[in-house]
């Protein structure tokens, strides 16, 4: 049986984050999301505070969090808004969390201890014009010379693409590979900014996530030395979808962080407005629809609970993270509409936060797999039709009692 209530430490921890966004981001949140604007100063923020290391041990620079804590972190980030979470699904989860798992010590100490530190910032990049939930469509790839790796490719829709100094990239290394759309011509690899072919631009037409910067990076015949390649090459997929698996995590997280700040807006807004000589939140369709916001903040809080049990544990949680991201963004976009309708026109307004709720919600429902995908999955799985195997490496398993790290046997 799973214990869910949270340790002395996790509710600290929860504290000094709601604290720490209700004093510095959100007086302005308003004003940055009005303005399409990504405010570097945040970053140096959260690694003083331990958060783009969350769950990396302290060997590698990081707080030496359990994944609870980084769920901890996911919801309250968001609670304030996305483009916070964002920034850990794709640093700390996404990328440091697989280079953790993944990289060699040298890679580790080039790289994790840096970025968990909040010295260098990081994202993934397996998203390209053509390819999204199709990752045998990618269509990259990087050719071997000698000691060296040659990436020509384009990635799209990339959280932090303007902003970030270490890249993980995912290209073809088997051409015959590529042509039978076998994914185990895929492999992954750390890249640089700085190296040379590199650039990177800010994609200004989004509608949602407008205080995050969301952007694309070409890469154009760039040399990347071997030692560069995390895993052994033809592991990309395997990579990719591990990294995914933390991804979502903190997507299902923050997503529930979205529930609450819809329900929370909802009820203070349903308490003040007044129609026909009451207050709506005593019209029963009003409660209604808050009363769905609560009880699906309550489920994905224990779904997301749950994947981060199993990562303590060292368990598999591909199946419960996938329903717990699925369940939970779904949810929000419930919530948001509702929270809009609850507000009538001023919803409709940016004078109240519900309509950046609304914006920012959809992005969720469709990057780390769509709605569509996590449907078949969890279908699949119930069928018999998906089963997960075991990888060649995994994350360290944390015991509850201590807080110690063990590798998986």
Request: proline share 2%; aromatic share 10%.
């Amino acid at each position: 049986m799973i214990d869910f209530d949270l340790t002395e430490e996790h509710r600290l921890l929860e504290q000094s984050v709601r604290e720490w966004g209700a004093r510095e981001v959100a007086p302005r949140i308003r004003q940055l999301d009005r303005e399409h604007r990504f405010d570097r100063n945040i970053l140096p923020q959260m690694a003083k505070l331990g958060l783009l290391g969350c769950s990396v041990p302290t060997q590698y620079g990081g707080a030496g969090m359990d994944y609870i804590s980084l769920g901890i972190v996911s919801e309250e980030l968001e609670y304030v808004d996305t483009s916070l979470r964002v920034i850990i699904s794709v640093h700390a989860g996404l990328n440091c969390l697989s280079l953790l798992a993944w990289g060699t010590e040298d890679q580790k100490q080039r790289y994790l201890v840096p970025q968990s530190q909040g010295k260098q910032i990081a994202t993934y990049g397996l998203t390209e014009p053509a390819a999204g939930s199709d990752v045998r469509g990618i269509q990259t790839v990087a050719l071997k010379k000698g000691n060296s790796y040659y990436i020509t490719g384009e990635k799209m829709w990339i959280s932090l693409a303007d902003v970030a100094d270490n890249f993980l990239v995912f290209a073809w290394t088997d051409m015959d590979k590529k042509k039978a759309r076998d994914t185990s011509g895929i492999s992954a690899f750390i890249v640089e900014r700085a190296f040379k072919g590199f650039s990177s631009g800010t994609l200004k037409e989004k509608w949602g996530i407008l205080a995050g910067n969301t952007g694309f990076f070409k890469m154009e015949d760039m040399e990347v030395p071997a030692e560069n390649l995390l895993g052994r090459e033809g592991e990309g997929f395997k990579i990719a979808m591990f990294a995914l698996d933390q991804g979502r995590y903190t997507v299902a997280a923050g997503a529930t962080g979205l529930i609450r700040a819809c329900r929370d807006a909802s009820a203070t807004y349903a308490l003040e407005r007044k129609t026909f000589g009451q207050r709506i939140a005593e019209h029963q369709l009003v409660k209604e629809m808050i009363a769905h916001m609560e009880s699906d903040y309550q489920a994905s809080r224990l779904l997301w609970l749950r994947a981060g049990a199993l990562k303590n544990a060292g368990r598999r949680n591909t199946r419960e993270t996938g329903l717990a991201k699925w369940f939970s963004t779904v949810a929000s976009e419930r919530a948001a509409g509702d929270s809009v309708q609850i507000h009538g026109a001023n919803g409709y307004s940016d004078e109240y936060p519900v309509g950046r709720f609304y914006r920012n919600c959809k992005g969720a429902v469709i990057y780390e797999g769509t709605r569509e995908i996590h449907k078949l999955m969890q279908a699949d799985y119930v069928l018999g039709f998906r089963q997960d195997k075991p990888t060649r490496c995994e994350l360290p398993a944390i015991t509850q009692e201590t807080g110690d790290r063990r590798q998986n046997d």
